[in-house]
């Protein structure tokens, strides 16, 4: 059983990472759009292209990756939990979605619409990170406990190896600077890009670029 405490420490760890990632997004958006008279290209061009990174996280966290195609393979009794977990991630794309609309609206809109736009913007946010921190805790609740009781023997093992292997090329992502998480706040970039009525952004979106591109992530 230490092969088994040693990889669910080690997806514990993961799952700290991205809760301090989705929680230091979500105070800084509120921050940012408490001091604004009015919303901003910027705001809606930040937000969407980080719910775009952290909607992506689960396309190469390790829970994903490995400890749920071991429990499938384990036991055929799991579908209803991943199907909860499925769900909390369609919520959260919803909530992407909702940004890209925020920006196709944001173009022609008036001053009295923009302040209604920063509220729904807050909202869409918020709905965002909620539906995957509720993720995160019933993973460590539920679904680590499954895997305890469902994987055995060497399955463990090979686990462990294929986390190794995770680690050695998430290392070298970094050192290439591939991978851009943690959060990290921008140190100038809100004050100095355009007001909202650029439409360059907006435009893309309602073309179908960045979020949009998304496509429903099933565990």
Request: charge should be neutral.
């Amino acid at each position: 059983m230490l092969t088994a405490t040693y990889t669910l420490v080690s997806l514990s760890v993961e799952q700290a990472s991205i809760r301090v990632s989705l929680l230091s997004f979500q105070q800084y958006m509120h921050a940012q759009l408490r001091h604004q008279r009015e919303l901003s290209l910027s705001h809606l061009d930040y937000a969407g292209e980080w719910l775009n990174r952290l909607y992506q996280v689960g396309y190469w966290r390790k829970v994903d990756q490995y400890l749920i195609p071991a429990i499938r393979q384990a036991t055929p009794h799991a579908d209803g939990l991943l199907d909860e977990l499925n769900s909390l991630n369609r919520a959260a794309l919803d909530s992407v979605h909702a940004v890209q609309r925020r920006a196709v609206a944001a173009i022609d809109s008036s001053e009295q619409q923009l302040e209604q736009q920063a509220e729904q913007l807050c909202i869409a946010i918020d709905s965002f990170c909620g539906a995957l921190l509720a993720r995160l805790e019933k993973e460590e609740r539920e679904l680590f406990a499954l895997a305890r009781r469902v994987i055995v023997g060497e399955a463990w093992f090979a686990i462990a190896y294929q986390f190794l292997a995770h680690d050695a090329r998430a290392e070298e992502n970094r050192r290439s600077k591939a991978q851009v998480l943690p959060f990290v706040q921008p140190a100038a970039a809100m004050a100095t890009r355009g007001s909202v009525h650029a439409p360059s952004v907006a435009a893309n979106c309602a073309a179908g670029a960045g979020p949009a591109g998304l496509h429903h992530h099933v565990a």
